[in-house]
C-alpha cells in the first residue's frame, strides 16, 4: 500500500509503475486537486483535501481507534541492521580530530 500526499506518480516515482511499485499496489492519494487523483496511477481511496488538514483528522481517528499488527521478519531484520549499522558508524561519530577527515 502507498499513501501519496500532496505528490504525483511522475517521473521522480517512477510513475508508479513496476519494478519499482509492485502491480497491484493500492494508493490511498491526498492532494488538493481533485483532477490528480489517479491521475496516472488509479487511486483505491482518493481524497481530495489539503494535506496537513486531512492527515490531522486521520491522525485523531486513528488515536481513538488504533491499527495493531505483528511484527513481520522483514521488520525485524530492519531494525537489526540499522542497529548494526548503529554500531558501524559510532566511531566516526565519535571521531573528533583536526583537520577533520571526510
Known amino acids: ?53 486531512v492527515l490531522a483528522q486521520l491522525n485523531a481517528a486513528w488515536k481513538d481507534n488504533p491499527v495493531t499488527h505483528g511484527e513481520a521478519d522483514w521488520i525485524r531484520s530492519l531494525r537489526e541492521y540499522a542497529t548494526k549499522n548503529q554500531t558501524t558508524i559510532q566511531p566516526m561519530l565519535d571521531f573528533d580530530a583536526v583537520p577533520i577527515g571526510y
Open 1 to 53: 500500500m502507498v499513501l501519496l500526499t500532496g505528490a504525483r506518480f511522475n517521473w521522480i516515482f517512477h510513475v508508479g509503475l513496476p519494478p519499482c511499485f509492485a502491480r497491484g499496489i493500492k494508493v490511498i492519494q491526498i492532494d488538493i486537486p481533485a483532477e490528480e487523483i489517479g491521475r496516472n496511477v488509479p487511486a483505491t481511496v482518493g481524497i481530495v483535501g489539503d494535506a496537513k488538514l
